[in-house]
């Protein structure tokens, strides 16, 4: 258990709410979005200004909402569909068909995203705390009641009945002393990245100079040659929603512990470093783009894992590869396991490996309840898998679809006046699957209604 010490000073009650979320990231906002819509009171606290974790601070393409292959299905529906539909709504989203690698993605405006983050939980009515930190949680007679934030204005109690731990490193979990496996403790951390956006690239001097293979051949001869000793001589670039402004994903910071906030500096310097290295490279080495810059740095290096909570259920690889079907399932998922990391020759790697069969799998309800919870959730990407399955079940498609079920099951623990572990997981799979979720094949939804995604730009993929 944490030592408490901050709770246990007099501190403020800022709010008591029904139900709290704490992180504002995909998974978050989707679960405080699905339990103001039932009509509690939610509050959510998010450290930053804004809304959307790593899907505005680092990203702007959606996957997992489509398997990879020939034949796309849709395998994410309900609150994150209602996402997609806002930002279609301002022309801010065109789809990404790719057949291998993560499958077709949904590319975004992240810009316009931290606003539609805003409207939906404005529309939900839920109370926004930004600028708040988690450092603590409040436990009265041994039982969890709440959280404690730090804020410019000082420390503040908020009280909860039900929470979400949607902090991705899964801060709750940790100060309330529920069990986790850090990443590197057992299998090599996957590495981490800053990912840029760059402007004015010429995309028909680059498109005519070779495109994906020139780039990647100029990326081996500058490594080969010495002059440019990039980290990875692979990566990918595409053009944003932002027309002639391309997004890099290349960069590659490897075995940081996230949650040690001296290693995370370093990383961050390590990050700026490696992308201005890049950028050198790309004006000096890639035609069409000798005229560019960046514009934009990650708010915050991207991490892809650190703390995963031991559930009721964990999730592993063969569940993933295997295809395997749950009879508590809350959300589907056909990524493939794809593992960042470097190996013992310091060379970048990345893992991939299939869903077998029709390429899609379950992902059951105890994922994201910690072992014998009573009041708390997990959602996202600190929710209960191993490395390897964790490496699949990771984009934003599935720890939007995650958030959703969290948001619900949270919802129906208080009206039934049960603990999480004891949630009538169907009813809860009814709840979903009335809001649009997609849980069981076939997949009857596939591409149903969601022609007016299909606004595909000229591809600029590598
Ligand atoms: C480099 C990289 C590239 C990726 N590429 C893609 C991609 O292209 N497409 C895709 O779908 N997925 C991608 N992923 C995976 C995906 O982005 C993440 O798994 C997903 O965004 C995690 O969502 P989350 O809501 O669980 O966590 P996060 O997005 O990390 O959100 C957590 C939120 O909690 C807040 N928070 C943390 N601690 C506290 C605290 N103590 N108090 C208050 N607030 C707190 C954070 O500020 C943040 O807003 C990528 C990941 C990385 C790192």
């Not at 505005?56 to 996957?63: G, I, K, N």
């Not at 931290?114 to 988690?134: E, I, N, Q």
């Not at 969890?144 to 709750?172: C, E, H, N, P, Q």
């Not at 998922?333 to 077998?356: F, L, S």
């Amino acid at each position: 258990m944490s030592c408490n010490v901050l709770a246990k000073q007099h501190i403020p009650v800022l709010d008591e709410v029904d139900v709290l979320v704490v992180g504002g990231g995909s998974a978050g906002c989707c679960a405080a979005i699905a339990a103001g819509e039932m009509g509690v009171n939610v509050g959510l606290v998010e450290r930053y200004g804004y809304a959307g974790g790593a899907s505005t601070q680092v990203l702007d393409t959606f996957y997992g909402f489509f398997t990879p292959g020939e034949q796309p299905m849709k395998v994410v529906g309900g609150v994150p569909d209602m996402v997609v539909d806002e930002l279609d709504a301002t022309g801010d989203v065109f789809l990404r068909p790719n057949t291998y690698g993560a499958g077709t993605g949904v590319t975004y405006n992240p810009e316009r995203l931290k606003y539609v983050w805003d409207r939906l939980l404005g529309k939900a009515g839920v109370k926004t705390w930004f600028h708040a930190m988690l450092v603590d949680v409040v436990e009265e007679s041994d039982e969890l009641r709440g959280v404690v934030i730090w804020t410019k204005s000082g420390f503040y109690k908020i009280k909860a009945k039900r929470m979400i731990d949607a902090s991705g490193d899964a801060d709750l979990c940790h100060h309330a002393g529920i069990e986790y496996e850090k990443a590197g403790d057992v299998d090599p951390a996957q590495t981490m990245t800053t990912t840029f956006r760059m402007s004015h690239v010429d995309l028909g001097r680059y498109a005519d100079a070779g495109g994906k293979k020139m780039l990647m051949d100029k990326m081996a001869e500058a490594v080969e040659s010495g002059k440019y000793m990039l980290p990875r001589k692979k990566g990918s670039v595409h053009e944003m929603v932002q027309k002639g402004c391309i997004a890099t994903v290349a960069v590659r910071v490897s075995d940081v512990d996230a949650t040690d906030f001296r290693a995370l500096s370093e990383a961050e310097k390590e990050g700026r470093k490696q992308s201005f290295l890049y950028e050198d490279f790309l004006r000096e080495c890639v035609p069409g783009y000798e005229g560019a810059k960046i514009v934009g740095l990650a708010h915050h290096i991207g991490v892809r894992e650190s703390r995963r909570v031991y559930g009721e259920y964990r999730l592993t690889r063969d569940d993933c590869l295997g295809g395997r079907m749950f009879e508590d399932a809350i959300c589907l998922c056909g990524a493939p396991i794809e593992d960042h990391r470097q190996n013992a020759a310091g060379e970048d790697e990345t893992a991939w490996a299939y869903v077998e069969g029709d390429g899609v799998y379950g992902v059951p309800y105890g994922t994201i309840v910690p072992r014998g919870s009573q009041t708390v959730w997990v959602a996202g990407r600190c929710f209960s898998a191993t490395h390897d399955a964790h490496a699949s079940c990771r984009s934003m498609g599935q720890t939007m679809s995650l958030g959703q079920g969290a948001g619900y099951a949270a919802v129906l623990s208080l009206v039934h006046d049960v603990d999480a572990i004891n949630v009538d997981v169907q009813e809860l799979r009814r709840m979903l699957y009335c809001r649009g979720a997609i849980l069981e094949r076939p997949i009857e939804q596939a591409l149903v209604g969601r022609d007016e995604w299909q606004m595909n730009r000229s591809e600029f993929v590598v």
